[in-house]
């Protein structure tokens, strides 16, 4: 529903908290980037700066999991490009969803983070325009994310879906690029999908969707 620019909130910060204590998502009207770690909820803003998400505010779309990583192996360095290659040597994953966290230090870092939009929403495509990029160098911090099947495309972004918070909680947004030094990959098999859908808002019960094309075009475009 995001692509086609259903971005109005409808599920609080709280609630889905109770959900899980690791995620990511985006907060209502597309505005900046959600990293959950340790059970709070990070917002990575467009203006650079990075806020602890209220109980109250609302969100329109995120991933969640109460994280119980079971597989972790220490790296000498990773690229963003590598993770799922490297991720494969330890497991088989395709058809299954997958927590990710990478936590140590970052030679370079790239995020985005989306402009918080206003009524009458664009659509997701219409939004790389108005995407902010930083860059950080040298920098401690983990990265949030998922692997999700190309089978489940539309309830999640197929393949790596990754964000990024440093040790500060400072900076953050969704990942572009990095390359670590010394990391931590961990990851936890999820073996299944519980979907919330907000049956009481009528803009997503009267919403006829795209199809999968459109949507597949307008992630990658986004991405």
Known sequence: MLVDGLFGGTITASKLLKHGDFGIGTAEGLNGELIILDGVAYQALADGTVKVLKGDEMLPFANVNVSNFEGRVVLPGLKMDDVDATLAKELSYQNTFVAIKISGTFKAVQTRVVKEQQRPYPTLSETASKQQVFDAKNI?????????????????????????????HQFGGHLLDFESDKVKLSWQ???????????????FIKHKPSDMGIIRQSISESE
């Open 140 to 168: 401690k911090g983990t990265v949030v994310g998922y692997y999700t099947p190309a089978l489940f495309q539309g309830a999640g972004v197929g393949g790596m879906h990754l964000h990024f918070i440093d040790a500060q």
């Open 189 to 203: 098999l999820l073996d299944g999908l519980d979907l919330n859908l907000p049956i009481q808002d009528s803009e």
